[in-house]
């Protein structure tokens, strides 16, 4: 008896064990815990980071913003004029951050890209995009698509690991590095209407959001006169403290659908289709509208109106648009 208890308390460890490897290695995603040539994507010279062209105008700074729990505080974040929030593998969320008029000093936790970035990354000049890791199928197109890609493979002095949390949480971008100059209000050709509110609307304290496991809650604040974000059920603040705001959210109705990629788990990774139309809430200023959205094709902008056709403008601030699965 006690040699088979035995036998069985060794099966119970090696199991419990194995489950440890394969729970560290999802949250690892497509970044390893090595050097700054951790991005999946190989040397310069195998990854032909060459042939991505480089921008003629004024090009917006997109960079992949991990957003597991194990990666807050965020750094840098607040400084975007634009977050995208979309559903990654495992109901989880992903951000996208978009610098035009602002550049910080530091970004991150920098993560992987995923399909459905390079459609929404259309109607913008030939961006620059930070990330690190995609999915080695997936490399092919990125390398193909009108941006110029940022990794710690070809740029690995624009990158570091922090110190304080494990990896694959602590890799950080300087964005002067890449960009050194600020974009400007130009590079942002989202179709984004800003100025005085809509007439009408309805009185809004508190908006949630939610993924299979993750969630996103926008609280209006009288006092910032900005919408006050939590994440998961906790106050969403910077590295240095400060609570993440919005001056304008948008909750987007889009179709999420498999895409033709799996992680090593073989879990599919969902593909935000964000060119089409559908419905969509705008929240600012204490209020919220019910409202129409419009992208004709990739390289547009994506334009919010009244029922009747009208533009719906924003506040100026920063802007959070979450991706959410129209019912």
């Known amino acids: 008896m ?36 951790d991005d999946g994507r190989g040397s310069p010279k195998e990854s032909e980071q060459s042939a991505s062209p480089s921008a003629t105008g004024p090009s917006a700074l ?16 607040d400084a975007a004029d634009v977050v995208y929030a979309e559903q990654v593998e495992g109901g989880l969320s992903r951000l996208m951050a978009v610098y035009a008029t602002r550049l910080p ?15 929404l990354l259309r109607q913008f000049d030939r961006p620059t995009l930070a990330f690190s890791g995609a999915q080695k199928k997936l490399l092919p197109l990125i390398d193909k698509a009108p941006l110029r890609a940022e990794t710690p493979g070809n740029a690995a002095d624009a990158y570091f690991r922090g110190s304080g949390r494990p990896a694959p949480h602590n890799l950080y971008l ?8 600020t974009p400007g209000e130009a590079a942002l050709t989202t179709g984004f209407h800003y100025g005085a509110a809509p007439a009408g609307g309805t ?16 609280t209006w604040s009288d006092s910032r006169d900005r919408w006050l974000l939590g994440m998961d059920g906790t106050p969403a603040t910077t590295a240095d403290g400060e609570r993440m705001t919005a001056a304008t959210v948008v909750v987007q109705y889009v179709k999420v659908r498999e895409s033709a990629f799996r992680d090593f788990l073989g ?29 004709v094709k990739a390289t547009d902008g994506t334009a919010f109106t009244t029922g009747d056709g009208t533009p719906v403008n924003f506040a100026e601030g ?8 129209a019912p």
């Open 105 to 119: 000093e530091t970004v991150g936790p920098v993560r992987s890209a995923r399909e459905s970035d390079l459609e």
């Open 318 to 325: 920063p802007v959070w648009v979450v991706f959410a699965k």
């Open 267 to 295: 879990n599919n990774t969902p593909y935000t289709e964000t060119v089409g139309s559908g419905r969509a809430q705008v929240l600012r200023d204490g209020r919220a509208w019910d409202v129409d959205w419009k992208r």
């Open 174 to 181: 300087r964005p002067e590095r890449i960009v050194p100059k």
């Open 203 to 218: 009185a809004t304290d508190s908006r949630t959001v939610r993924y299979p496991a993750a969630r996103f809650t926008f």
């Open 2 to 37: 006690r040699r088979r208890r035995g036998a069985r308390e060794r099966r119970a460890t090696t199991a419990a064990l194995l489950a440890a490897t394969v729970t560290a290695a999802l949250a690892a995603g497509c970044t390893a815990a090595g050097g700054p040539r």
């Open 62 to 77: 997109v960079v992949k913003i991990d957003n597991a729990a194990a990666a807050r505080p965020l750094t840098g974040v």
